[in-house]
């Protein structure tokens, strides 16, 4: 069972605060979604006590991607299309807009404004911006920090610590962190290439820079990537070294990491959306490598080998296809003959399937990538045990998904080096879930959901409405007796 992420099927929602439960989402292309019959085990059911109560906090918000509880007691939002930061009263709702980016370039796909964190009176933020003209457009990522006045609420003073980063429409990553070390982390994803309309460019997940791309701040290979940062955007001087050279990678071989938490003494956790199988919960360790492409999930050889499209030699004349690979497309290495040193595997995947396993499951039609055993984890929050309102919560991660509308609660070791026991699913609506806040008297769990896309397969149906999009939810949990 080690290779499966036990799981509490929808049973749970019976069982487990049944009052929260709803029809589970699906997914708009590209960020994938949830399956209603995949190879999920189960495990004993966990007693959180009785039901939370639901609210819709506040709605109405385009395309939000970040929440975060700030300094001032409010929920701040970042809007990906909207291109503003939202400041939310945690109690009435009520909204105010913080600051409008009018440079941020977004399509509506995963690019936009991204990632917010704060530092010490300051605020930094990461968004996606044309470098290029209208005519020809150059897509590229930057940081930015704003002097933060709490008393005023408002931001100001920008300044660009890291800019000319990769930057694309699909896999992004694009989650922005401040360490208890006081270094800021950033995730890039793989640009989505090797698949759709990118499929003939490569994958540079492992790719590595050269000391003079470093000294020339060509940053093209931190794609596939989590970054470190100094708080002005320098290379720290205790980052990795990896393979001689020491740059602002902290670890590589990344597919779509959005999801980063530090946990106990300063762990560093991520989740990454896998492939058609296979997202992954990830332990972060300086200079290590985490697979993609070669590995998804586990190094098993289950249901995974890396397909190359971007190596066909006629790959401008050839059709994606996810299930049929031509024969003129290279295939990788099984995972289990890949090997580096630097190479470690995952804590936990949602879900790993064997070889075999029905892609193409009826119950969605054409849209298959619906019932794809993955989760499509939007990010990871860390629940600390002080205070928790239910020992199942306390030390645990929680993992928002986009495909069904459910909360993962993943139990830590005292330590924080390994998930243990089952896997808790909660909170179930008929939303996509994108980013989680947790107030500190951690009585409520806020969740923010997508503005669009399928609220995913039941029965065979499916259905474009979402049952309160471009939301923050507030569920308020209760003491079991």
Known sequence: MKRWLASTMPLVC???????CAPPPGTPPRESSMPTRSRQPSGPVAQLGPPPTMKVLTSGLNHPWSLTWGPDNRLWVTEKTGKRVTRIDPVTGATSTVLTIPE?????????????????????????????????????GKIVRYAYDQAAATLRDPVDILSGLPASRDHDAGRLRVGPDQKLYYSIGDMGNNQFDRACLPIRAQDLPTAEQVAAKDWSTYVGKILRLNPDGGVPDDNPVIHGVRSHIYT????????????????????????????EINLIQAGKNYGWPFVAGFRDDQAYRYANWSAAPNCAQLKYDDYDIPASVPLGPKETEWNDPDYVEPLKTLYTVPTGHNFKDETCAEEYDLCWPSIAPASVEYFPPEGAPNPALANALLV??????????LKLTQDGGSVQGDVVQLFRTGNRYRDTAISPDRKTIYILTDSEGLAGPQSGAQSGKLDNPGSVLAFTLTVPK
């Open 14 to 20: 019976a069982v487990l605060w049944a009052a929260a």
């Open 104 to 140: 941020v370039s977004a399509s509506g796909a995963q690019d936009g404004l991204l990632g917010l964190a704060f530092g010490n009176e300051v605020v930094y933020l990461a968004y996606s911006y044309n470098a290029g003209t209208d005519a020809a457009p150059d897509l590229r």
């Open 252 to 279: 590589y071989g990344h597919r779509n990491p959005q999801g980063l938490a530090f946990g106990p003494g300063g762990r560093l956790f991520s989740s990454e959306h896998g492939p058609k199988t296979d997202d």
């Open 400 to 409: 928002p998904s986009l495909k069904n509308g459910s909360l993962y609660v």
